[in-house]
């Protein structure tokens, strides 16, 4: 989106302003080593249509094409993977349908463009699941969608080879006693000495060397391609 106000009532009502493509480069610039990291998780509390979503999607695929681009199942694996460690939330159902599908667009654009070929329909299917369980539609102040139930996220995590964990989290745990202003956090990366009030258990957590809540969900550890088989 190029414009920064799609209009003057959704000012009004939501405080909608979009950030310039500019702005969202230089403030990810500050943060350009994790942006580039394929696994690096980000969450944008405020996402709109994807602004900080989508470029940090493609400084990512730019990576994952510098050091797979001959190897198509890696390229295939790892191109998942940036999706599945972006996030989003944002409090409008149509910026939150806007902001997957932009991101999609990027993931397929890249995928045909480096590999030369079309996306399979499971691997489009899988990528789309991907995008339905990380970018909500909620209030990232309250930390619940807009049905009152709490805002749950899906933790990935490849185990060895193609096989990968799915864990869900509710965001309110996570990010309890954090700020609550509209900007990029790290998802999943807290802090040892957090009190969480609301969790009645904490697990150690090695990917981010932390203590992080126990999630309310576990699934079975499956082939990447097979996702969508769980919910």
């Known amino acids: 989106m190029d414009k920064q106000v799609k209009s003057k009532k959704r000012v009004s009502d939501h405080g909608e302003v979009f950030t310039n493509k500019r702005e969202v480069n ?33 400084r990512k695929l730019d990576v994952v094409k510098k050091n797979y681009k001959r190897l198509p199942l890696d390229y295939e694996k790892y191109s ?15 910026n939150t349908q806007i902001c997957r599908d932009n991101l999609y667009k990027i ?7 480096t590999l030369k070929l079309v996306p399979n329909d499971r691997i489009c299917d899988i990528a789309k699941f991907i ?24 933790e990935w995590s490849f185990i ?15 990010l309890e006693d954090k700020n609550k202003e509209s900007e990029q956090l790290s998802l999943f990366d807290l802090d040892d000495n957090m009190q969480m009030r ?11 060397d932390s203590f992080i809540p126990a999630p309310i969900k576990e699934y079975p550890i499956t082939d990447y391609r097979e996702l969508d088989k769980f919910e």
């Open 80 to 94: 998942l993977i940036s999706l599945m460690s972006i996030y989003g939330v944002d409090i409008l159902e149509d």
């Open 160 to 174: 060895t080879g193609n096989k990968i964990k799915r864990r869900d989290y509710k965001l309110n745990e996570l």
């Open 198 to 208: 609301h969790s009645k258990e904490l697990i150690y957590d090695a990917e981010s």
């Open 26 to 58: 230089a403030m990810l610039d500050l943060v350009k080593t994790e942006t580039e990291r394929i696994d690096s998780r980000f969450l944008e509390p405020a996402c709109g249509e994807g602004a900080f979503c989508v470029e940090i999607l493609r």
């Open 131 to 154: 995008l339905t369980k990380n970018i909500l539609c909620g209030d990232a102040l309250s930390l619940r969608k807009n049905n009152g139930e709490p805002i749950i996220f899906a």
């Open 107 to 113: 993931w397929f654009k890249e995928y045909k463009k």
